[in-house]
């Protein structure tokens, strides 16, 4: 009896990103992806974060605790946006628990998983 041949499967990241413990985490998953964070520094600056950092002056990454807490982000710099009339420009990468706001946001998708808002 000649066993079936089993199909390779291709493992890619998960499609919600799966989540990361810490910002240091997500650092690590996002420079082995290929994103640039020479000057990571760790402030923990951003509203409703569980740890936020800045990887450089246009690259800031963050934790939460729920993704509830990112939806309310999404909406306070939404309704931010539209009171300053502000408009394009700013996508972020959002997963499970974290969001990369970079300029390489959407060429880190394929790698991070995670889906693209932009504002």
Not at 53 to 73: F, G, H, K, P
């Amino acid at each position: 009896m000649v066993k079936p041949t089993p199909t390779p499967t291709v493992s890619g990241p998960p499609a919600d990103g799966g989540s990361y413990a810490t910002v240091g985490a997500l650092k690590a998953a996002f420079v082995k992806a290929g994103g640039a964070c020479p000057d990571f520094k760790q402030t923990n600056r951003i509203t409703l974060a569980a740890e936020s950092a800045e990887c450089s002056t246009n690259t800031v990454i963050s934790t939460y605790v729920s993704s509830n807490d990112i939806s309310q982000l999404i909406q306070t710099v939404k309704k931010l946006n539209a009171d300053l009339k502000t408009t394009g420009g700013n996508s972020w990468l959002v997963g499970e628990n974290w969001v990369i706001n970079s300029p390489t946001s959407t060429d880190m998708q394929e790698k991070l998983g995670g889906k693209i808002v932009s504002f």
